[in-house]
Every structure is written in structure tokens, then in C-alpha cells.
């Protein structure tokens, strides 16, 4: 995974953005973008995918690339679908299907979405959800639990919003009450126990299946390079749901927050870490990386 994209010959490397949305590109309370702008523009215009990998429903990242004026893929709820907007993909890709409508979407017919099935269907995941709370005897409150009201209030959402959170297909986002720190080793062995996965964002505990944003992160960055003989990857992520994709990306930036991991410059030695929480970070992260690759192109 090292990089030298840029000496392999006379083809200009094909860069993709790889983002987490709260607290990485949306500021964690306001989940306002302002400040990515510059960079933003900069990717819409140079042709660089901005590909949204998050916690979030297809329902919400759909709304949410539109007002961005954005029409790459994006991959929903911790790596569970991938989805690609009809009016850039004309033909679907290989082992695609057509996603199913939501009822949000009727006013956007004239578009639609191919989609990729990496996770486990939301009814199997809240069975098993219930399965594990049982077990543990803990009290686990999942979205599934909550009034559209209650959803609102935790997140900070506005209630059309909060509706689109609740409209769940692969992960479901979930609060243990009366606990401060949760034995997360007990709780990831029951949750292995039924196959399924237990991931940190950054408000919620996320229940899902063997997916995560890493794997379709790679999914996506194989059937990329089919189209593009050098690609260079790029990802922004604040939480340890993000670290797959970071592991992964030849640029890894980690998005400054409140929570710490000191461990992870280790693991991941081109690790950055960015100096401004949120948009401003991300902001300064993509421009710091495309201007390098830009000087390194113009020295060669
Ligand atoms: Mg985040």
C-alpha cells in the first residue's frame, strides 16, 4: 500500500476521498459543512470522488450528498450497502441491483440508486439485538426502542431528520442506560456470539454484521482501480469505526475530537491528525494533501 503513485509513469493518479460524516466532515453538534467548502469545491471540480462512508441511513447520506451537490457512490450504516446514484451511473456495476424505493425518495423518482448488499437485514439484526440484550440482562436501548421524538433528542437532529436516522437497513445505533463504561469485551463476545459485530461512532454504540466501512471501502477502491491505472486513496474519520478505513487509505487522516488514541499513530505510521476538530480539519487535511501531490508532480 506504500506511496509512490505519482513516479508510475505519465498517468495522473485518479485520487478518491473516503469520509466519515459526524465529527469528521460535519461538526459533531451544528453537523454544518461550512468550513469543507474550499476543499469541497476543489474535488467537485477536479473530478475526485467524495465517497461518504458513515453510521448513517442510505435515507440521510441521499438528502445529504444532494445538498452538497456531490453524485458519487456512498457507503451506509458502517459498511452495510453501497449505494450509487443512477444519474452519474448510468449502467449498474457488476452484481449491482436496483436499490428499493424508500418512501422519502418518491419525490426524487426520476433518479434512484444501484445498490451493493454488504450487510445483515435490519429484522435479523434486531432479533438478534433483542437475543443479546436478554443475555446480558443489560439495559440496551436501540434506535428500534425510540419514539422519532426521543432519536431527535439524542442526536440533535431536527425531526425530519431524526425520521431519515430511524430508517434503518443494516446497523442499529443503540445507548446502554446506567452505565458510564460498559464492559465492551463482555459485549463484543455476545455480540460475536451471534455473528454480529459492536462499533464505537461517536454517540452511539452501532450493532451490525461482519461488515465495516473498511471492507467497503476496499470493495469500492477494487472496482475503481478496473477504471483508473493509478489510484491514491484518501481517508478522514474521527472514531474507531473509521480505523478499517484508515488502515486502508494511502492517506489516513485522523479528524481531532474529544476522545484520544494515542495507539493509533503505531499502528498506522502515515497516520495525520489534524489540528481543528470537524470541518475545519477536514478542510485543511484534503487541501494539505491534494497541494503536496500537486508540488510532487510539478518537481518530478
Ligand atoms: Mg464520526
Known amino acids: 500500500m506504500g506511496v509512490s ?117 435490519y429484522s435479523d439484526l434486531i432479533k438478534r439485538f433483542h437475543e443479546i440484550r436478554e443475555e446480558l440482562g443489560w439495559p440496551m436501548r436501540g434506535f428500534s426502542d425510540m419514539s422519532i421524538k426521543e432519536i431527535s433528542a439524542l442526536t440533535g437532529l431536527d425531526k425530519m431528520s431524526a425520521r431519515l436516522a430511524a430508517m434503518r437497513e443494516f446497523d442499529e445505533p443503540f445507548i446502554i442506560l446506567d452505565q458510564q463504561e460498559p464492559d465492551k469485551e463482555t459485549l463484543s463476545e455476545a455480540a460475536a456470539r451471534k455473528g454480529l459485530r459492536v462499533t464505537s461512532g461517536g454517540r452511539f454504540y452501532h450493532l451490525h454484521g461482519k461488515n465495516d466501512k473498511g471492507e467497503a471501502m476496499e470493495k469500492l477502491l477494487t472496482w475503481y482501480r478496473r477504471r483508473h491505472r493509478v489510484t491514491v486513496s484518501v481517508a478522514l474519520g474521527d472514531s474507531p469505526n473509521d480505523f478499517p478505513m484508515l488502515e486502508r487509505a494511502d492517506f489516513p487522516v485522523l479528524v481531532r475530537s474529544r476522545q484520544r488514541f494515542p495507539g493509533l499513530k503505531k499502528k498506522i505510521s502515515r497516520l495525520v491528525v489534524t489540528v481543528d476538530a470537524g470541518p475545519k480539519g477536514w478542510n485543511a487535511a484534503v487541501l494539505g494533501i491534494l497541494n503536496k501531490i500537486d508540488q510532487r508532480r510539478a518537481n518530478d
Open 5 to 121: 503513485p505519482i513516479s508510475e509513469g505519465s498517468d495522473p493518479p485518479f485520487f478518491i476521498i473516503f469520509t466519515d460524516l459526524d465529527g469528521t466532515l460535519l461538526d459533531h453538534t451544528t453537523y454544518g459543512w461550512k468550513e469543507a467548502v474550499p476543499a469541497l469545491d476543489i474535488c467537485r471540480r477536479g473530478g475526485v470522488p467524495v465517497v461518504f462512508a458513515s453510521s448513517k441511513t442510505r435515507a440521510e447520506m441521499d438528502v445529504l450528498r444532494r445538498r452538497m451537490s456531490l453524485s458519487d457512490p456512498f457507503i451506509s450504516e458502517n459498511g452495510g450497502g453501497v449505494f450509487f446514484p443512477r444519474e452519474t451511473f448510468s449502467a449498474p456495476p457488476p452484481t449491482a441491483i436496483e436499490a428499493p424505493a424508500q418512501e422519502c425518495q418518491k419525490a426524487q423518482r426520476d433518479h434512484g440508486l444501484w445498490q451493493w448488499t454488504m450487510g445483515l437485514s
